[in-house]
Nanobody, 121 residues
Framework: EVQLVESGGGLVQAGGSLNLSCATS????????MGWIRQAPGKGREGVSC??????YYADSVKGRFTISTDSDKNTVYLQMKNLKPEDTGDYYC????????????????WGQGTRVTVSS
């Protein structure tokens, strides 16, 4: 079965950096497009970023500050977050699905358990 396990969340001051990791298993790495979705307290889900081969998407709210990447040798997806803002606070979920589905904002086929990011002011 597909498993996605996030790590790296925590508490950071505004302007700081944080790196999230998503360890994957249960499928051939590269079969799915991968992405990150977040949910701020009291808010709906927001697609943050997704990646498939040379295709990369970033939400306008994180463009220029976040970087998504993959390591096929480790079957791992990363999200490098810089210049964090309080509005970046939320639960971050690693997701896997076909590229078009992630891009269109539908519910991804596979989710991780989430990792919490808290940005203090």
């Amino acid at each position: 079965e597909v498993q996605l396990v996030e790590s790296g969340g925590g508490l950071v001051q505004a302007g700081g950096s944080l790196n999230l990791s998503c360890a994957t298993s249960g499928f051939e790495f590269g079969y799915y497009a991968m992405g990150w979705i977040r949910q701020a307290p009291g808010k709906g889900r927001e697609g943050v970023s997704c990646i498939s081969d040379d295709n990369i998407y970033y939400a306008d709210s994180v463009k220029g500050r976040f970087t998504i990447s993959t390591d096929s040798d480790k079957n791992t997806v990363y999200l490098q977050m810089k210049n964090l803002k309080p509005e970046d606070t939320g639960d971050y979920y690693c997701v896997a699905d076909v590229w078009a589905h992630l891009l269109m904002g539908g519910q991804p086929d596979h989710w991780g358990q989430g990792t919490r990011v808290t940005v203090s002011s």
